[in-house]
């Protein structure tokens, strides 16, 4: 039976798939390194390559893809190589860039978002490869490199390359979800008056690490001004902080926003 077959080289395989996710966790692809990215996005390039699939970049290394099989339609696998950024290193029980197993887990930044998908995915392309089962649609792996952020290489590939017949991403977990809510990335600004008066003011409000957390930490500065006889200014600046506990959007239920 093809199931069984393909788990039998799964699991003869497991310890390639670990080491593999190693080497992958270990580079620190925050979404604005570029250069830690444009890594990221190599190795798995390279890791297709050894894996006997076509792979190269595109659009300047903005989006990788991997490809296998051939037919009039596409199935596309979206993934991406960055991740968010680490934030506060004494809250990690173990070092974010050096994956590390305890308990049958294995904990490093991007090993669930979305390095390990990316793992599973070439394996599990590469078990169906092995195994002479027939592709019956071409299968791309699109490899993005700004998905935490603001998405500039999916807006780049969707006006440049034609969108797969069919998709699914490995981002996530069961049950299979088929809609997302939207997500709004918005700046606010607000005038300020460049010689105001007596009174309290808030000059700088700060927290998290990026759009897509919850804040773990956020920072106020408010600086209080009181006039002089003399008709100049007192200041007296107080900066305040609150803390909660950081998490990735998609589970906000784990976060305390501070």
């Known amino acids: ?24 966790v270990r580079i620190p692809s925050v979404s604005d390194d570029f250069v830690q990215v444009r890594r990221a996005l190599d190795f798995a390039l390279e890791l297709g390559r050894k894996l006997g699939f076509k792979a190269e970049p595109v659009l300047g290394g903005q989006v990788g893809v991997i490809e296998e099989g051939e037919g009039p339609e596409t199935l596309g696998i979206l993934s991406h190589v960055d991740v968010v950024p680490p934030g506060d290193l004494t809250i990690w029980k173990t070092p974010p860039f050096e994956p590390t197993i305890q308990n049958d887990a ?11 998908a990316i793992i599973a995915s070439l394996y599990a392309m590469k078990a169906v490869k092995e195994l002479g089962i027939p592709f019956k649609k071409k299968v791309q792996l699109i490899l993005g490199t700004q998905e935490e952020v603001e998405w500039t290489d999916m807006q780049a590939y969707v006006q440049n390359f034609p969108l797969p017949d069919y998709g699914f991403t490995p981002d996530g977990e069961f049950p299979i979800c088929n809609i997302e809510k939207g997500v709004m990335d918005v700046e606010m600004l607000f005038p300020i008056d460049e010689n105001p008066g007596e009174g309290l003011f808030l000059t700088a409000i700060d927290g998290g690490t990026a759009t897509n957390t919850v804040p773990g930490q956020c920072t106020a500065k408010l600086v209080k001004r009181a006039k002089r006889s003399d008709g100049s200014f007192e200041e007296e600046e107080k900066v305040l902080t609150a803390a909660g506990t950081a998490a990735h959007s998609c589970q906000p239920e784990k976060g305390d926003n501070a």
């Open 1 to 24: 039976m093809d199931r069984q077959r393909l788990m039998k080289y799964l699991d003869d395989n497991q310890e390639r798939m670990i080491d593999d996710l190693y080497d992958f």
């Open 106 to 116: 294995l904990y490093g930044r991007g090993t669930l978002d979305d390095k390990g």
